[in-house]
């Protein structure tokens, strides 16, 4: 099993200011590695998948990169909405494993 | 549109079995698996297996083999996902997800709150 760890677990920023969130693989999931917002009461919305790619309708400020065990979730101007847990997730290699979140909260 | 319609909230007992229905539509149906996925309260998400929705093949996490069934029905566009010999510990919101090894989870159902108490 893949295990994927992200950091911080929690990350206070401002509207406005830069975030950078990290997820690391256990094992390579190639450039199968997604990220996802998830707020309360809603589903999970896809933002990024292939590690880079932008899903249909995310705005150019949610920004991924990395491949194999590394990988970046970057939001360059956080807006109010923003403020959401964030899981990366593995789709490499079943199980598919997710991390544990990263909680991006208005400081 | 992409929709995935989930089956509404259960309450069960300790022991008893839940079947929570997925029903797609907006897509042709046996071209994209369905992902089941869990959160517990105040935990993270959970990847519990998925189902070829082509074939009926299936691969869950290790811990639910034995526990867990999933079927698909094209007649309908429908995936149910049985869960048996339930504890507290799956008391959880239950989401389908359409994705399957090797791509993501781009549309999500809305979501179902299983709840088990005494």
């Known amino acids: 099993e893949i295990v994927m760890t992200q950091s911080p677990v929690t990350l206070s920023v401002s509207p406005g200011e830069r975030a950078s969130l990290s997820c690391r693989a256990s094992?390579?999931?190639?450039?199968?590695l997604a990220w996802y917002q998830h707020k309360p009461g809603q589903a999970p919305r896809l933002l990024i998948y292939?590690?880079?790619t932008r899903a249909t309708g995310i705005p150019a400020r949610f920004s991924g990169s990395g491949s194999g065990t590394e990988f970046t979730l970057t939001i360059s101007s956080l807006q109010s909405e923003d403020f959401a847990v964030y899981y990366c997730?593995?789709?490499?290699?079943?199980?598919?494993?997710f991390g544990g979140g990263t909680k991006v909260e208005i400081q | 549109q992409v929709q995935l319609v989930q089956s509404g909230p259960e309450v069960k007992k300790p022991g008893a079995s839940v079947k929570v229905s997925c029903k797609a539509s907006?897509?042709?149906?046996?071209?994209?698996?369905i992902t089941w996925v869990r959160q517990a309260p105040g935990q993270g998400l959970e990847w519990m297996g998925w189902?070829?929705?082509?074939?009926?093949?299936?691969n869950f996490v290790q811990r639910f083999q034995g526990r867990v069934t999933m079927t698909t029905d094209a007649s309908t566009n429908t995936v149910y996902m049985e869960l048996r010999s339930l504890g507290s510990d799956d008391t959880a919101m239950y989401y389908c997800?359409?994705?399957?090894?090797?791509?993501?989870?781009?549309?999500w159902g809305q979501g179902t709150l299983v709840t088990v108490s005494p």
């Open positions: 997800a359409r994705g399957s090894p090797l791509l993501p989870l781009d549309y």
């Open positions: 907006g897509y042709t149906f046996d071209s994209y698996g």
């Open positions: 189902i070829s929705t082509y074939n009926g093949n299936t």
């Open positions: 094992q390579s999931a190639s450039t199968n």
């Open positions: 292939g590690a880079s």
């Open positions: 997730q593995q789709y490499n290699r079943p199980p598919l494993t």
